[in-house]
């Protein structure tokens, strides 16, 4: 097969979860072309993930890091999808690195990969808390008022996109931008690119202490509303 599929996903302070998320992902690249690669963000972390990735490189070839991102969520995210446009991806897949997704839901978004712009998960049950889902309930609500999109799940982080679609909407943000899987499914929804939700099992976390707080993700939050007003703007 041709098609060249980036799977990329941010990490920090993952040493408990990264060798083993990494020997999960990694034999999917074989679905895709001879090109495909994954490529993991890490900058930041205070713990060993990132000696442990630098051992995996040795014997895994199509493992990239970076390493010169800066250390929050969201700007790793944009660097990574930046990274994986400029490096000649067709299919580009986000996931997050703690373990909570699982790999074999990923071959149904790759059979459908074709009829859509992009496939995006919908977490329909949980299990990181119920404090989660309700602020994920919480931005979708948002969304509708500001942007007038209807979405099940907004920020899920299982998405298969098409590169250059995507490349449409991810230079609309700054590059420390913290929410961008949220404006991209805006994105994505607003303009009416063709997309499809599929419903993911979302676990709780194997090992170690999610970064991202309650009280951070309300902080978050609080900044979001004033820049959903300036992307609303610049929208219209």
């Not at 001879?34 to 630098?54: E, Y």
């Not at 978004?109 to 309700?134: M, P, S, T």
């Not at 942007?147 to 943000?173: T, W």
Request: net charge positive; with cysteine; glycine share 6%.
């Amino acid at each position: 097969m041709n098609d060249i599929l980036y799977i990329v996903m941010p990490a920090y302070n993952e040493e408990k979860n990264i060798e083993t998320t990494v020997k999960q992902w990694y034999p999917l690249l074989r679905i895709g072309g001879v090109k495909s690669k994954l490529v993991v963000a890490d900058s930041g972390s205070t713990d060993s993930t990132h000696d442990i990735l630098l051992k995996l490189a040795e014997s895994y070839e199509d493992l990239i890091i970076l390493s010169d991102t800066k250390k929050e969520h969201g700007p790793k995210v944009i660097a990574l999808y930046d990274f994986a446009i400029k490096s000649g991806a067709e299919y580009i897949f986000q996931t997050d690195s703690d373990g909570q997704t699982n790999p074999d839901e990923f071959y149904v978004f790759w059979e459908h990969r074709k009829e859509y712009a992009a496939i995006f998960g919908n977490r329909k049950e949980r299990g990181d808390g119920n404090k989660r889902a309700f602020i994920e309930h919480v931005v979708c609500l948002l969304l509708k008022l500001y942007f007038g999109v209807n979405v099940p799940d907004a920020n899920a982080p299982f998405r298969l996109m098409r590169a250059q679609v995507l490349k449409n909407y991810i230079y609309k943000l700054p590059s420390d931008f913290n929410i961008p899987n949220i404006m991209i499914t805006t994105y994505f929804s607003y303009y009416r690119e063709k997309i499809k939700f599929l419903t993911i099992s979302f676990n709780a976390r194997r090992e170690g202490k999610n970064s991202i707080n309650i009280s951070k993700i309300i902080k978050i939050g609080w900044k979001a509303l004033g820049d959903f007003g300036r992307l609303r703007k610049e929208m219209r």
